[in-house]
């Protein structure tokens, strides 16, 4: 009981330094957007939007899903720590592999819209891809307060350097996106040093690289599709929706939407390794999803009920070319809304081994995400976007709730006699 108390006291305050930090991070990257987007305009941003975009789908891609393995391999064994990042430096090369082709790909045939930027998007990508990773290490040794002051660090040192970019290159969306790369290198490096002082007194357990890819490839797939329904629709509406302006207005609608999902997301994060320890049960992810989507609904309400305000908002603080966003954030906040308690659930089940869940989950939403933009997005442009990522992401929570369900079931079933939960 004692014990118990203890895991639920020190998991209330893992969450509350997580939600300032993550508060902290949303103030500054919200005023670095701001200011991004205001100094690029509609068609500079949908530049930069697209290079990250592109940044992101190649670290997923290329990484095979490794980072979110290691929760289930170093939470509970931080003697793996070693070489957990023995493994994460080959697939740095990897993913760097893949950058370089899909850079030389751009270069030969074109098509994909980032020609003459393939170098920043080569440095976005390692990055991108380090962090990932170390970040997955740092909370799977539980040192969840290093992890909140590379957020903050992370956020301060883009808002920096963007604001050094527009000095030296103003208007140029490669300065914009070389100072997220160097932020973010910077928050990797001082992990890495942070989770070299915590393992370097322990004995190193093996851990093959075949035996990583084999837990990490189960939920690789959903990871890809993940990826894919929540950033593939701006290459759909560059494509058949209005090109870079309208990528550049969609890019800051999703931005702004997905401020209210990265608290969940955050907690989700702590959620997966706990669980890997039997530290959380079912009964705490469920209290926790539920108080996500109801927090995600409120703020919701008061987007819907502030439009006067926030229209006026988008066009002073940003531009008027960005007032259009306001009503793409209207029809996005239903999935903010499902994605947040999908979050949860999708935590708990990788913590608990149960990951076939996540491929056909995500899948079968980025499925629906492609065929709905299909059909709206050529008509209503970014809105349409919108509304297909809505609908795909409700989706993938009915079937997340599903299996579940069903996980417990099987837990209650081998273990009927669970510990308390940290709520409780």
Known sequence: MIENARVATRFRREVGSTLAAQVTAL?????????????????????QALITTTAQLVASLGSFGLAGSVPYFVAASRDRTTAALRNGAWMLGVVLLLGVIVAVGERSIGGLGFEGHEAVLLALVVTTSALTYASALLLAL????????????????????SVIAEQIAA??????????????????????????????????????????????????????????????DLLIVTAIGGGLSAAGVYSVAVAVSETILRVPQWVAQLLTPRVARAAVTPRTTVTLALAAMTSAAIASVFV????????????????????????????????????????????????????????????????????????????????????GASTGAFVTLIIFGIGFRRADKRRVETAPVPAESPFS
């Open 27 to 47: 103030i500054v990257n919200a005023i670095t957007l701001v200011l991004v987007a205001r100094w690029l305009g509609t068609s500079g941003k949908g530049v």
């Open 142 to 161: 539980g040192d969840v307060r290093w992890f909140n002051r590379l957020v903050v660090a992370d956020a301060a040192i883009a808002f920096v350097g």
């Open 171 to 232: 208007g140029d969306p490669d300065a914009f996106v070389l100072a997220q790369a160097v932020a973010m290198g910077m928050a990797s490096v001082a992990a890495l040093g942070r989770i070299r002082s915590l393992t370097s007194a322990m004995p190193e357990r093996a851990l093959p690289l075949r035996q990583q890819l084999r837990v990490a490839l189960l939920g690789y797939a959903s990871g890809a599709f993940v990826q894919l329904a929540t950033r593939a």
């Open 304 to 387: 819907v009920a502030l439009s006067g305000p926030l229209e006026a908002l988008l066009a002073t603080a940003i531009g008027p070319g960005f007032v259009p966003a306001y009503a793409v954030v209207i029809v996005l906040l239903p999935r903010i809304v499902f994605q947040s308690g999908t979050t949860m659930l999708a935590g708990d089940l990788a913590g608990r081994g149960y990951t076939l869940y996540h491929p056909v989950a995500t899948g079968a939403g980025v499925l629906v995400v492609v065929i709905v933009d299909l059909a709206l997005v050529p008509l209503l442009g970014p809105v349409g976007a919108g509304l």
